[in-house]
């Protein structure tokens, strides 16, 4: 495999014959790690890659996916991995547009998405995530330590230990803070002692 730069205007061959195969120029999704690898193959901005000898699907060539929901079942929408708009010369016998995976004799990336563009797949995955801002965040810190950040800074509020609310969202709530939180301000509400109401917290993974 091999990359050039090259121009926006050379992508647009209408033509184009690859392996004795008619290709052609398609646009699709492609995810990658952090510093842009993908199975350790390293990927740059507005590069043409060359597959060196035929492609097979699934195999040997670059792989993408045409729906950016597809992507997803290959990389991980998290707090690391990165999304990309590609373009993709593809054998025209061999695509299928309906297909989640389409190998590419070459590839291209020619924008990264943003939180604008995966917005409605973030906020299924991560509901704590409503804003740029808050994703940006979480890109920094991870999702799971953002998550933390929220829960102990609440449960601190409810009048309990900053080291008691760690222990608690490490052992009970299960990706149930809201739950933890309401049953906790309850407690407080209803008068019940501190100790009662730390025993009744910290068992209550049984009523979940």
């Known amino acids: 495999m091999r990359g050039r730069h090259l121009k926006a ?3 647009k061959e209408k033509k184009v014959w690859e392996d004795g195969h008619e290709c052609i120029w398609v646009e ?3 995810g990658t790690c ?10 740059e901005m507005d ?4 597959h060196d000898g035929k492609v097979e699907r699934r195999g040997k060539g670059f792989n993408f996916s045409t729906k950016l929901k597809d992507v997803f079942d290959h990389y991980s929408l998290d707090d690391k991995n990165r999304f990309f708009k590609v373009q993709a010369l593809v054998y025209k016998d061999d695509y299928d547009e309906h297909y989640n995976v389409n190998t590419a004799k070459k590839i291209i990336f020619t924008e990264e998405l943003g939180y604008e563009d995966l917005k409605d797949f973030i906020e299924k995955k991560m509901p704590y995530v409503t804003s740029e801002e808050i994703w940006n965040k979480v890109r920094e810190m991870g999702y799971e330590e953002y998550r933390r950040s929220i829960f102990v800074k609440d449960f601190m509020e409810i009048g309990y230990t900053e080291l008691f609310a760690n222990v608690i969202f490490d052992n009970v709530c299960c990706n149930d803070e809201e739950a933890v939180l309401n049953f906790a301000r309850a407690l407080k509400a209803e008068g019940v002692s501190k100790e009662m109401s730390v025993y009744l917290i910290s068992n209550i ?4």
Request: hydrophobic share 35%; charged share 30%; aromatic share 16%.
């Open 34 to 43: 952090s510093d842009m690898t993908c199975r350790n193959f390293q990927y």
């Open 9 to 11: 205007a050379d992508r």
């Open 47 to 50: 590069k043409e890659f060359v």
């Open 28 to 30: 699709g999704y492609k």
């Open 205 to 208: 993974h049984a009523m979940l």
